[in-house]
């Protein structure tokens, strides 16, 4: 009888070859960390990095996101809650 193949159960990504370009921004340098400890994120990361906000607000949104992973109940593990935050500390207005 054969036994079915095992998830992975590591948390990194095994990829090579797409890396964080050279030139990147501070947000897009959080962002890559968190979706390379964590793949089940990428969504969420996703969501963040294609807000409408200036590079301020994304750092602000992308870190307040990562700081809230591991702590349970913050408001911020939410990516929609993090840019929300995100506006009001940095200014930010998305436009229409």
Do not use: C, Q, W
């Amino acid at each position: 009888m054969a036994t079915p193949a095992k998830r992975s159960t590591t948390k990194r990504s095994s990829s090579k070859g797409s890396g964080l370009p050279e030139n990147h921004t501070a947000s897009e340098a959080v962002a890559y960390a968190i979706a390379e400890e964590y793949n089940d994120l990428k969504p969420s990361v996703d969501r963040i990095m294609n807000a409408d906000l200036s590079e301020s607000g994304k750092l602000h949104a992308i870190t307040l996101f990562r700081d809230s992973l591991g702590v349970p109940g913050d408001p911020n593990r939410n990516p929609a809650t993090a840019i929300e935050a995100a506006i009001v500390l940095d200014g930010d207005r998305p436009t229409e």
